[in-house]
């Protein structure tokens, strides 16, 4: 893959794209792309112009994790920062950039920064390495298998249950 198929021009035909709707007010949190009358949509449907994120791989030659976080961000952040983030986010993005590696490396990231607010819960650290150690594996060239993945997540989700169930007895106790 090869963002923006390695064409600077395109990237910018986007931003242009990206930057009309932003200035008409069209982008919007929660509405996918909506055309009939008033043209309004999310990170995704202002970008393309419609609501479909395979777009963002079929135009872009970026992967679909990608559009799907972008999305995902977009609906999450707080408005005023929000209506930034479609054009940071192509704007950061470099013609000819392979980005197959940006969703593990992200997911590494996020995971160490989970596992700092885990210190304490041993079942939950002990997951997110498990989950690390994959990702890192991965990023490295490795090919790891479905089932490494399942089992890393089955422990995660298994550690998560545990740390609740811990914390709710925690309140709980706390409680006079």
């Known amino acids: ?8 021009e395109l990237k910018e035909h986007y931003l242009a794209r990206i930057e009309y709707h932003r200035q008409m007010d069209h982008l919007i949190q929660g509405v996918g ?30 992967p679909l994790t990608l559009a799907k976080l972008e999305d995902c961000i977009f609906e ?9 983030w479609p054009f940071r986010f192509t704007n950061a993005l470099k013609p000819g950039v392979d980005y197959s590696m940006a969703w593990p490396k992200f997911a590494v990231k996020m995971l160490e920064r989970q596992k700092r607010y885990a210190k304490g819960f041993d079942s939950v650290c002990k997951a997110i390495d498990q989950t690390l150690e994959i990702y890192k594996r991965w990023i490295s060239g490795e090919d790891i298998t479905t089932n490494e993945f399942r089992y890393a997540a089955e422990s995660a ?3 998560e249950w545990e740390w609740m169930a811990d914390t709710l007895i925690e309140v709980i106790e706390g409680e006079k």
């Open 157 to 159: 989700e298994s550690a």
């Open 33 to 62: 792309w909506q055309s009939n009358g008033v043209t309004k949509g999310c990170a995704i449907g202002c970008t393309f112009e419609n609501y479909r994120h395979q777009d963002m791989v079929d135009e872009w030659d970026v």
């Open 76 to 84: 999450g952040l707080p408005k005023e920062v929000a209506m930034e």
């Open 1 to 8: 893959m090869k963002a923006f198929y390695g064409i600077p």
